[in-house]
């Protein structure tokens, strides 16, 4: 076998080099950039459950702390004689948001163990001041759902009027239990 004695300039050895350098690069990335690129995909679905495992850890952890929440809404349920208190809180907070509280009407209540209690609530002022005290019966500390909603426009007076109806849910205290 006869090798060919070829003399290469300067610069065609470069762009020889360059030919070699740039083919191992070709196949690096054919051979190696997937498997590379699956390695990240599967660190990070790994890292991702080791976060939901810490979570489900965590929960399982802290079942005392669960259970004590759980507790904490039940106190929401206020009992008979805090009923009261929701209707003062109430006109306090209208006071408080600058609207003219015109009428609280308590109605039924219902006759499940869990008692149901629904409240008229009807209030005038500016429009602001109606929808910032709709957030704070919304947000209540306790346990209430908002059934029904009606915003009208006073015209002659210039003020909105809003009407809602609150289910107010409690827990009647039974004999010996407090």
Not at 82 to 108: F, M, S
Not at 111 to 121: A, S
């Amino acid at each position: 076998m006869m090798l060919l004695k070829i003399s290469l300039t300067q610069r065609e050895k470069a762009l020889l080099l360059l030919f070699f350098v740039a083919t191992a690069f070709y196949w690096f990335f054919k051979t190696g950039y997937h498997q590379i690129e699956d390695y990240f995909l599967k660190k990070t679905e790994l890292e991702q459950k080791r976060i939901s495992l810490s979570l489900l850890q965590g929960i399982h952890d802290k079942k005392s702390g669960i259970e004590a929440a759980a507790e904490l809404e039940l106190k929401k349920l206020p009992d008979d004689d805090r009923i009261a208190d929701y209707i003062i809180d109430i006109g306090g907070r209208a006071a408080a948001e600058g609207v003219r509280l015109v009428l609280i009407k308590a109605g039924e209540v219902s006759e499940d163990e869990v008692k149901i209690l629904p409240v008229e609530i009807t209030v005038e002022g500016d429009k602001e001041s109606l929808i910032k005290f709709l957030k704070h019966i919304e947000n209540y500390e306790r346990i209430c759902q908002i059934e029904k909603i009606n915003m009208d426009y006073m015209e002659r007076l210039g003020l909105w009027k809003l009407t809602v109806t609150v289910d107010l849910f409690y827990f009647p205290m039974r004999e010996g239990v407090r």
